[in-house]
């Protein structure tokens, strides 16, 4: 049997993926696998193709650019097909050289004739559209879809505060600008966030979005323009369409110069360099700066500058001959899942992170991706044994974004099920896991006493609005917890000279610094001292409140739920989770030691729960200076009396108590014939002598 039927059916079997593949991608903004894959494909159908020009049929993915108009759009007739670029294959400087080579040969340039003028550019990774300017007015935005005929899409594209709708000091009776719609990574990781959070809450319908391009073409091809508008995205120009009424600069650079000065986005990381020298520099350049761009490009494009070059080399099938992509290594990859690790971090929170066979990508060698969360993970059902695809762009973390699910093996692990896989337990203290309702992620309730979210604990602690322990900052915390000088908050009071001699840098007058910051703080409040155990839900005001209405801690960790529930603005959340705090030993053993550390505050007097409340139901306003009493504490006595402080005086107001130059409140209290008390009228009212 000859080679070529065998060869056929290969080329028929890889125009349909790619066909498959294409329609997933530009049609319905849904891959199922990573660029990097569909151009290995392409590329074996190219090399074939090459070798067997007969094998070349007109509707193979390598002639004519794949795409459709999606249902709802009005299709758009491009008077100047948009087209593809080709694709240097060889990643390395070295196609940069090939490129130039070809230029070179294809213009009949003698080996001794002058460099090439190249206009080098980022290869931006967002989707292509033509903007129509009439008369300086934009009168139309389309998608490339076939590159004859594309989608609509004006009123999304209207979304985007870049896009001038009219251009400066330009009335060219037609004008189309080329560009890229593009979203940025930080854009990006909010909106997918956002997602995550809705999606936790129960919204159906919602899903997160692969990569940022996948996200901005489906924000552009979105049918409703309120959708569109909550994902925010961004333009740059790189070309033109058709043109009437204008005289297009000589050159690809000028060009764009002149369209950066009718307040079109133009990037600035843009060259004129000369010949293959000039291109790779400009490649390695780009490589370098590529990590730290707030958005994601896939390569650098480089074109002839000079538009007559341009002209005379022209186009073949569906890429111009004057232009090429030059990629970089592919910020997704794919690779097998070989197991999923849950770890605790410093908030308590459990994030499951996949153990990944490494592979290389975005420019490293990953082999721990994170799964952001159990729904996360459960919705896109990424198992043990499965063909994952990885991303890694930027600085961000490697993140698993989906599963090939074509290549599921039969034994394939069940679905994600954090709580069963860590027995309901953390996974560093073992203390018990939970997730409230609403809310995305499962975590450690060991608070304090987990071992994992030490460090974060002992900030918490020693911050300024809580114990206030001066000169206990990051570095010194995490000093202190790496050395293995501080387990746990007590350990603080035990502190020496001695050990903290033995830390890098402490000089013996911040050692002591730190030593009278830490004894300062032992003489707090109730309200600072349970802000600072970092109760879940207990913020500072619900500290103070709590403070306030028990008056003293070995009441508070004994109430019961009904009696939780009956401090001011506490509901069943905050009450269960400050019973929850309390009914784990390891806490109250936490807060023996602090007390027998010496950490101490005055316990308060007449407080709710047990003292008579002789002003509750009665609202009282507070006006002018008091002799001894700031306003504070006159608001807190009578809070803690039961009553109430408001700021204006009307009917319902039982009294006003008046100091020094108190103003129109009292007048007001006048007119409306409401008792009018000084200090020692209040003073009383709080004894129940009122
Ligand atoms: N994952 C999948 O299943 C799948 C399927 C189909 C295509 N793809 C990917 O799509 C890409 C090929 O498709 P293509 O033909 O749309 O794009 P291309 O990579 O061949 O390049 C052409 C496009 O590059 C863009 N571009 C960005 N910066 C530019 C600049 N400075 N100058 C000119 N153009 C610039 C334009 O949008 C233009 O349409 C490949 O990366 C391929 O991997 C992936
Ligand atoms: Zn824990």
Known sequence: MSETPLLKERVAAIRAQLHHHAQQYYVLDAPQIPDAEYDKLYQELEAIEAAHPELVTADSPTQRVIGAVLDGFTPVRHVVPMLSIRTETDTTAQGAVEFDTRVRRELKLAEDAPQVDYAAELKFDGLAINLRYEHGELVQAATRGDGETGEDVLQNIRTIKQVPRKLRGCSAAVLEVRGEVYMRRDEFDALNERQRELIAAGAKNEKTF????????????????????????????????????????????????????????????????????????????????????????????????????????????????????HKYPAQEQMTRLLGIDIQVGRTGKLTPVAKLEPVFVGGTTVSNATLHNEDETRRKDVRIGDTVIVRRAGDVIPEVVGVVMDRR??????????????????????????????????????????????????????????????????????????????????????????????????????????????????????????????????????????????????????????????????????????????????????????????????????????????????????????????????????????????????????????????????????????????????????????
């Not at 133009?266 to 370098?288: C, K, M, S, T, Y």
């Not at 004994?558 to 030993?585: C, K, M, T």
């Open 210 to 325: 692969v990569n940022p391009r996948n996200a901005a073409a489906g924000a552009v091809r979105q049918l409703d323009p309120a959708m569109a508008k909550k994902r925010p995205l961004s333009f740059f120009a790189y070309g033109l369409g058709e043109v009437q009424g204008w005289e297009v600069p000589e050159t690809h650079s000028g060009m764009l110069d002149a369209l950066a000065k009718m307040g079109v986005p133009v990037n600035e990381d843009r060259a004129v360099v000369q010949g293959a020298d000039g291109l790779v520099a400009f490649h390695e350049r780009i490589r370098e700066l590529r990590d730290s761009l707030p958005f994601d490009i896939d390569g650098v494009v480089y074109k002839v500058n000079s538009r007559a070059l341009q002209q005379q080399m022209g186009f073949v099938s569906r890429e111009p001959r004057w232009a090429v992509a």
């Open 409 to 690: 093996p039969e034994d394939v692990g069940e679905p994600f099920d954090l709580y069963k896989r860590l027995d309901g337990k953390c996974p560093v203290c073992s203390s018990p896991i939970e997730r409230e309702e609403g809310e995305a992620d499962w975590r450690c309730t060991g608070g304090i006493t987990c071992p994992a979210q030490r460090k974060q604990a002992l900030l918490h602690f020693a911050s300024r609005r809580m114990m206030d322990i001066e000169g206990l900052g990051d570095k010194l915390v995490d000093q202190l917890v790496d050395a293995g000088i501080v387990r746990s908050l007590p350990d603080l009071y035990k502190l020496g000279f001695a050990n903290l001699a033995t830390l890098e840098r402490m000089g013996d007058k911040s050692a002591q610094n730190l030593l009278d910051g830490i004894e300062k703080s032992k003489s707090t409040t109730l309200g600072r001292f349970l802000y600072s155990l970092g109760i879940r839900h207990v913020g500072e005001t619900t500290a103070k409140d709590l403070a306030k209405h028990f008056g003293n801690l070995d009441r508070l960790m004994d109430a019961r739920l009904e009696e939780l529930l009956e401090v001011n603005d506490v509901g069943p959340i905050v009450a269960e989770s400050v019973r929850h705090f309390f009914d784990q030993p390891q806490h109250r053993e936490v807060v023996e030691q602090l007390r027998a550390a010496g950490v101490h505050w005055p316990d308060i007097e007449g407080t709710a729960s047990d003292a008579p409340r002789p002003l509750l139901g009665k609202t009282l306003v507070l006006t002018g200076s008091l002799p001894t009493l700031s306003r504070d504490e006159a608001k807190d006595l009578i809070e803690a009396a039961g009553g109430k402080v408001s700021g204006s005086v009307s009917k319902k107001t039982t009294y006003v108590v008046a100091g020094e130059e108190a103003g129109s409140k009292l007048d007001k209290a006048r007119e409306l014939g409401i008792a009018v008390l000084d200090e020692a009228g209040l003073q009383a009212l709080l004894r129940g002598e009122g």
